[in-house]
């Protein structure tokens, strides 16, 4: 174990009051200078958490870990990218940034927009975004335009607007944003001490997958790690363009976040799948939902419906994992986020109207 073994070294204090934000920690890996003032909330540096449950589930000796990235600062990946975008825009003197988003990128980009100083202008499509998630974006002081049409037109509509006015531009199109999302495949490989086998991930604009598959490719030519995994990339059968080959005119699927039918990476997407052999797979929504009622009462663990895609569809593929393989499934986004989701989709006993004395709660009990 040589990570904790060098945590153990740094003695006692807490290890996590000193992390610096990913900027800071993979800085030589970045496009960033002195000159970059970097806007930072501590973003990165989140868990791999075993997954004992799942992988018994797989069974074939397979290790499962989840890269729980629902455990940054707004309560998704997409803090990683934003730290980038955002740092990049004040230091090339914007003054506002914009956005369309299924959600958790207009809170994070809220939120490091104004921890900068910056407005934050995003669209949302009317109806279609998590409470969590709208209500993030509200408090961190952006301005939050619902448009009635789905997060293709509003993307469609950011892009000429970006182009138009001085406002930058923070989709995953903005190349900064895959600049800090590499950073979650160092990670990876340096709490395994190499890269996993099969790295499972949801996709719905196809810019982590692209990103991950950067990292892993700067780390291995670094000497970091000696293989590469293959990148299995899930989208919910209602919303799936790159499993398809087409454009996916009205995407539909409980898992708001990737409800995306034309992803802006595709083709970085697709060179990922490629070179690393991988693949692109739909799960079903009651697959996504099965798989996320068991991260949260099998590991413990809460995530986003999207988030559950990729364990859903490495359950789906099981067959096909090599014995004992490791392989990490990418948790994007905070359970938190979607509570109407989860209070809708259980399998706990709630129990109503309970009269306030000890006997009924007994007797509810079974006891
Ligand atoms: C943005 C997001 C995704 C999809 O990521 P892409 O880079 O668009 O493929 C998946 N899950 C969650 C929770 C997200 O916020």
Redesign the pocket.
């Known amino acids: 174990m040589p990570l904790l073994s060098a945590l153990r070294r740094l003695g006692s204090k807490p290890v996590m009051q000193d992390w610096p934000g990913l900027i800071e920690a993979y800085r030589s890996w970045l496009p960033v200078s002195a000159a970059t003032p970097v806007i930072t909330l501590r973003e990165g540096a989140t868990p791999l958490i075993p997954a004992p449950v799942i992988s018994e589930r797989i069974g074939r000796s397979v290790k499962v870990f989840l890269k729980y990235d629902?455990l940054n600062p707004t309560g998704?990946?997409?803090d990683r990218g934003m730290t980038m975008a955002i740092s990049k825009a004040r230091e090339a003197g914007s003054e506002a940034v914009i956005c369309a988003s299924?959600?958790?990128?207009s809170a994070s980009a809220a939120a490091y927009a104004r921890r900068a100083g910056m407005r934050a202008f995003v669209l949302i499509p009317d109806g279609y975004v998590a409470q969590g998630k709208l209500a993030q974006a509200l408090l961190y002081g952006a301005e939050v335009l619902a448009v009635k049409g789905n997060f293709d037109r509003a993307l469609a509509i950011v892009r000429e607007v970006a182009d138009s006015y001085p406002i930058t531009l923070v989709n995953?199109l903005n190349p900064f944003r895959l600049q800090g999302?590499k950073t979650a495949a160092f990670e990876v490989v340096d709490a395994l001490g190499d890269a996993p086998d099969w790295l499972c991930?949801?996709?719905?604009?196809?810019?982590?997958?692209?990103?991950y598959w950067m990292g892993f490719k700067e780390y291995k030519a670094a000497g970091r790690s000696r293989t590469l995994p293959r990148m299995m990339g899930f989208q919910a059968a209602g919303a799936a363009p790159m499993v398809l080959g087409h454009t996916v005119e009205q995407p539909d699927t409980i898992?708001t976040?990737?409800r995306?039918g034309n992803?802006v990476?595709k083709e970085n997407?697709l060179k990922a799948q490629g070179e690393s052999q991988g693949a692109f797979m739909a799960v079903t929504d009651a697959e996504i939902i099965e798989a996320y009622k068991l991260l949260g009462s099998g590991e413990g663990v809460f995530?986003?419906p999207?988030?559950a895609?990729s364990v859903a569809g490495l359950i789906k593929r099981r067959e096909e994992v090599p014995i004992g393989a490791t392989v990490v499934c990418v948790l994007?986004?905070n359970g938190l986020?979607d509570p109407d989701t989860a209070i809708e989709n259980n399998d706990s006993k709630f129990h109503t109207g309970i009269d306030p004395d000890t006997a009924t709660v007994a007797q509810v009990l079974g006891f």
């Open positions: 629902g998704s990946f997409k299924t959600g958790n990128t995953s999302q991930i949801p996709v719905g604009n196809a810019g982590n997958i692209s990103a898992a976040a990737i995306i992803p990476n997407a995530c986003e999207a988030s895609a994007t986004g986020k």
